[in-house]
């Protein structure tokens, strides 16, 4: 008997559809794309109600998840994955979404809490039954006042924040290949708190 490896499931949360594919919500679809990239990782499945991709990152096999179940149902897929790979989500599950608390391209690590108003994180915990799992919140900047919010996820990024986002991916991949390689705390003290 070899060791068993650990497999990671690393989930990037959006909505499907073209209009959508910019938008700030998306942030965790477009670093997933970025990390899919750096590691030569095809996201071609189309099962569990989401795109997926498997491969290797570090020598540990991941598994890229894209939910295709719009933002407020993404925990159906979440729990779909996780029941399919039999994984421990407490540690073998990273969500990677955006963040209206932080400025543009800030990087959070945490290792539980609550869905903050975020309606994929809130749809995630409910489909688990708690909130402890790893992330990495994306700052995608504060709503300017009077705007509606779903209007601001909603929107566009400016061609300067796009790649300040792009370099947030290349951080959150980074951090990443920390996490999985059981060195969480190193990871959130070398990003969290670092615009």
Known sequence: MGIMLNMYIIVGLGNPGKEYETTRHNTGFQIIDIIAEKY??????????AWIGKGYIDGQKVVLVKPQTFMNLSGESV??????????????????????SMEVGQIRIRKKGSAGGHNGIKNIIAHLGHDTFLRIKVGVGEKPKGYDLADYVLGHFKKEEREVIAESGHKAAEAVSFMITDRVDEAMNKYNGKA
């Open 40 to 49: 030569n990782i095809d996201i071609v499945e189309r099962k569990h109600k």
């Open 79 to 100: 729990r779909a994955v996780i029941d399919y790979y039999k994984v421990d989500e407490k540690d073998e599950l990273i969500v990677i979404y955006d963040d209206i």
